[in-house]
């Protein structure tokens, strides 16, 4: 599982946004007033779904199937939530600031008319980094939310309303996100990230109210559920065979011995990873180390030779062959 990061495109309306009901509730109520604002600032913690809301927002706003609601399924809804509509644009600082050119290109783009629908919708993250180190790209920004520009709407995402212009601040209807409740975070960690009810529970619980620390939780667990499997592997690499079979506990079913070949290919995915020097997408950054001493120890085959034996090792367990002896086999094959 990778990191869960708020800057994705989401897939919901504000009808169906499965957190944030009352902020989504409140947002559609205004809509179906008839009117939405030239500027809205989304203030709260990281990860408690500020983007999901604004992706639904904008699909509110363009939607020519269900005008003020968005339907989610229209081509134009399905742009939005993929980033590819051109009246649904989201700008981010690439570093700690907003530069000054940075705020430009924002600025014309609010003030050319919307491509294809009555509206144009423009998410600036973080405007907080236009005050960095001068104030002149905030003051530049601030200039365009007086005059707004007819047909564009602003969504600003902040972290850290504090420290933004409190001009910036009063030009925008205020959207305040709370943090999530526990409940709200176990739904979304089965639904949308698979993750077993147990597991979902205990990580729900230990997140403090965002969808990043509920991802962190998870990780945590994840690999920890892996470190077994990955003490057998040093226990293989260290020449203990009949250790690691013991700690295989291959008296136990084939089943269990099916679910360890499984673990050990995903840490070997990170061993591959790892000997292709590209530690950016491992699985289990928070067993990087032990990893890296398994990989750099020359004990064990190299990774394509692992994947072999252990696809090997699979079908044979598989196939009702027994199961000591599978792995014996598979131990031996997985050394150098
Ligand atoms: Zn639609």
Known sequence: MGAVEEGKPSRWTLATLPYQREVAAAL???????????AYLFAGPRGVGKEAVAYALGAAALCPEKPLEGCGACNTCRRVFVD????FRRYEAAGPHFDIDKVREILAEAGRPPSESARKVLLVIEPEKMTYRSDAPANAFLKTLE??????TFVLVSHDPRQLLPTIVSRCVNVHFPRLTAAALEEALVRDWGVSAAAAGDAA???????VGAAAAVEEEYATGFEAALAILEEVA??????ALAAAG??????EALELVAAW?????????LAAETADVMRFPALEGRLRGLAGGGRLAPPERVWEVLARAASALRDNC??????????LGMRA
């Not at 260290?238 to 250790?243: I, N, T």
């Not at 290919?265 to 591959?272: Q, Y």
Request: proline content about 5%; hydrophobic content about 40%.
């Open 28 to 38: 559609a109520r205004a809509l179906r007033g008839g009117r939405l604002a030239h």
């Open 322 to 331: 027994n199961v000591a002896l599978t792995l014996e086999e598979l131990f």
């Open 250 to 255: 291959v008296t136990r079913d084939r089943a």
């Open 265 to 273: 290919a995903e840490l070997n995915h990170d061993l591959a990873a």
């Open 238 to 243: 260290a020449g203990g065979v009949a250790e």
């Open 84 to 87: 590819v509509h051109p009246d």
């Open 205 to 211: 619980r230990k997140a403090d109210g965002t969808l």
């Open 147 to 152: 005059e707004p520009p007819g047909r564009t």
